[in-house]
């Protein structure tokens, strides 16, 4: 009498439950080793930075690309953000009788968060991409490994000033947009919507103190570095081919974005509770 051996098909959910739990498994095993990955490429790269100055000629070109380059979109988009918050909030607080603290609405929103996140949003898309699709390509095409090959590390000579670029550079960038923000919004209110230049502006002095621009300052330097090291993460660890270039650009905007979300609450929790350990009683808008 002949059997049959047992075949998997004979118990499909108990299947499809091991291949559930093997894909995710994978996915939190690749997980693990990127993160790892990526904390041993920033203390490289840290360890490099203060180890030996970069070279000025590395530096000069990648101050230029971060810096003045990013200027004009930066101040672009922060006025019209300014403009677009005047055009929110003025609905709301018109129904509440309080159309002249529009100003400190407005100008508390961009300098602690909105004029920090958009000139990281702004540098992670124009700047982070390109640093990813740049070394992407210099990793395809084996120029890394000519570099190495040579007797030049390539975290110190590729890595560090695109990192210096966008620490130092960022606070510039979110003074940028928080002033152009504000002239936005000042411009709307003021001509367009008819609110009281003085209430307006006398509302965002109460409101609206040195503690809070410093709040947004200080935030944009995590963003900077922290889109930096993102994007030459993934440049560096490009896959072959021009498809592997351009999901190297693509990842590395949409991690620095995600990152910078992340950051962005973190510190804003912290930064709260140093202000409410400073000043128990706050401000009240109303």
């Not at 979109?73 to 529009?102: C, D, K, N, P, Y």
């Not at 230049?197 to 503690?211: E, K, L, M, P, R």
């Not at 922290?226 to 490009?238: D, E, K, P």
């Amino acid at each position: 009498m002949e059997t049959s051996l047992p075949s998997q098909s004979t118990n499909p959910p108990r299947a499809a439950f091991s291949d559930w739990v093997a894909d995710w498994g994978r996915v939190a095993i690749t997980a693990t080793e990127t993160l790892g990955d990526w904390v041993v490429f920033i203390s490289r790269t840290l360890s490099w930075l203060l180890v030996r100055r970069p070279l000025k000629g590395t530096l000069v070109p990648n101050f230029y690309q971060v810096g003045v380059l990013s200027l004009p979109v930066v101040a672009l988009t922060g006025m019209f953000i300014g403009m677009v918050l005047a055009v929110q909030s003025h609905f709301q607080f018109s129904q509440l009788g309080l159309e002249t603290r529009l100003g400190a609405v407005i100008n508390m929103s961009l300098v602690r968060e909105l004029g920090p996140v958009l000139a990281a949003t702004m540098l992670a898309g124009r700047v982070g991409s390109s640093m990813a699709a740049e070394l992407g390509t210099m990793r395809v095409t084996e120029q890394i490994d000519a570099l190495e090959s040579m007797g030049a590390n390539p975290i110190q000579y590729l890595v560090v000033p695109r990192f210096l670029a966008c620490l130092l550079f960022i606070p510039t960038l979110t003074v940028m947009a928080d002033l152009m923000g504000v002239i936005g919004g000042y411009v709307y209110s003021v001509l367009i919507l008819g609110i009281d230049a003085h209430h307006y502006w006398y509302n965002s002095q109460q409101f609206v103190g040195t503690f809070d621009f410093f709040t947004g300052v200080f935030k944009s330097v995590f963003f900077g570095g922290a889109i930096a090291l993102v994007s030459c993460y993934r440049g560096f660890h490009c896959a072959p081919g021009a498809e592997g270039v351009g999901r190297a650009a693509t990842a590395s905007f949409v991690y620095s974005f995600v990152l910078i979300l992340v950051l962005d609450l973190g510190l804003g929790i912290m930064l709260d509770s140093v202000y409410y350990v400073l000043w128990p009683e706050g401000s009240n808008l109303f």
